[in-house]
Nanobody, 125 residues
Framework: QVQLVESGGGLAQAGGSLRLSCAAS????????MAWFRQAPGKEREFVSV????????DYADSVKGRFTISRDNAKNIVYLQMNNLKPEDTAVYYC??????????????????WGQGTQVTVSS
């Protein structure tokens, strides 16, 4: 059974940094595009970033471009999200998601088959 488990969330001050991790099991990790989404209270889930199966392509939401970096380690079955210069508006539950590499790389959440349970990120001003 496929499991995606996020970790690394917590409380940070504005301007600080956090690194999220998502460990995958039950799936051939290197055959999947991996993405991060987030959902703030009262808001819809939104795209944050995606990385292709071979790390040859990445995409970021405009709101995080230049501050967040996605990466992956296919030997460890982990995808990371390095978050720098955090802002209070980054406060949300962050989810990782996976889709098989034959599918197109999209920002649309419905494109993804597998989801983690989420990790809370809270940024104080």
């Amino acid at each position: 059974q496929v499991q995606l488990v996020e970790s690394g969330g917590g409380l940070a001050q504005a301007g600080g940094s956090l690194r999220l991790s998502c460990a995958a099991s039950g799936v051939t990790f290197s055959n999947h595009h991996m993405a991060w989404f987030r959902q703030a209270p009262g808001k819809e889930r939104e795209f944050v970033s995606v990385i292709s199966w071979d790390a040859g392509y990445t995409d970021y939401a405009d709101s995080v471009k230049g501050r967040f970096t996605i990466s992956r380690d296919n030997a460890k079955n982990i995808v990371y999200l390095q978050m720098n210069n955090l802002k209070p508006e980054d406060t949300a539950v962050y989810y990782c998601a996976a889709v098989f590499r034959s599918r197109p790389i999209q920002r649309y959440s419905g494109n993804y088959n597998y989801w983690g349970q989420g990790t809370q990120v809270t940024v104080s001003s």
